[in-house]
Antibody, heavy 120, light 107 residues
């Protein structure tokens, strides 16, 4: 069975960086792109970007360009999302998500989420 | 970016009720429309993809319809486990975008 297991909750100060991991199992990691989606408290879902895991090619949401970096380690089947220069409005639950059955943007498998709190 | 809107933003219903949620895209997305169910503290769960195809394991009381810019999610007979937030999402073009969600709670 497909599993995406994310790292634990983080508390960061404004201006700091955070790196969230997502370990995949149950499918061929390098055959599917991994997306990251976040959800601020009480808000809707926001796609942050994706990484083509076999070659590391990335595509980021325009509003996060310059602050976000996504990487993938095919030796450990783990994807990472690093967000820099954190602001209070980056407080959110961050999910990794993958589309295995239909298309890359049809997210049928999700991690459990990682709460990132940005507070001074 | 394609903007997704939903109505209503919330609704109260009873077990056994028929519930309909509407989603609208800011431009045509043909039938590249997905629906997700999310319960508090949990990750979203894909219910319906490509407007009307049920994800494996999803009960047949859930159905979807529409094309172009207007779409509908229907729950034919609401069950206790269906109380949740439902979000639509277009997968037509990058970036994929989500609606703000519709919260279904108990009347």
């Amino acid at each position: 069975q497909v599993q995406l297991v994310q790292s634990g909750a983080e508390v960061k100060k404004p201006g700091a960086s955070v790196k969230v991991s997502c370990e995949a199992s149950g499918y061929t990691f390098s055959s599917y792109s991994m997306s990251w989606v976040r959800q601020a408290p009480g808000q809707g879902l926001e796609w942050m970007g994706w990484i083509t895991t076999y070659n590391g090619e990335t595509n980021y949401a325009q509003r996060l360009q310059g602050r976000v970096t996504m990487t993938a380690d095919t030796s450990t089947n783990t994807a990472y999302m690093e967000l820099r220069r954190l602001r209070s409005d980056d407080t959110a639950v961050y999910y990794c998500a993958v589309g295995l059955i239909v298309g890359a943007f049809d997210f049928d498998s999700w991690g459990q989420g990682t709460l990132v709190t940005v507070s001074s | 970016d394609i903007q997704m809107t939903q109505s209503p933003s919330s609704l109260s219903a009873s077990v056994g009720d028929r519930v309909t949620i509407t989603c609208r895209a800011s431009q045509s997305i043909t039938t590249y429309l997905n629906w997700y169910q999310q319960k508090p503290g949990k990750a979203p769960k894909l219910l319906i993809y490509a407007t009307s195809s049920l994800q494996s394991g999803v009960p047949s009381r859930f159905s979807g319809s529409g094309s172009g810019t207007d779409f509908t999610l229907t729950i034919s007979s609401l069950q206790p486990e269906d109380f949740a937030t439902y979000s639509c999402q277009q997968s037509y073009t990058s970036p994929p975008t989500f609606g703000p969600g519709t919260k279904v709670d108990i009347k």
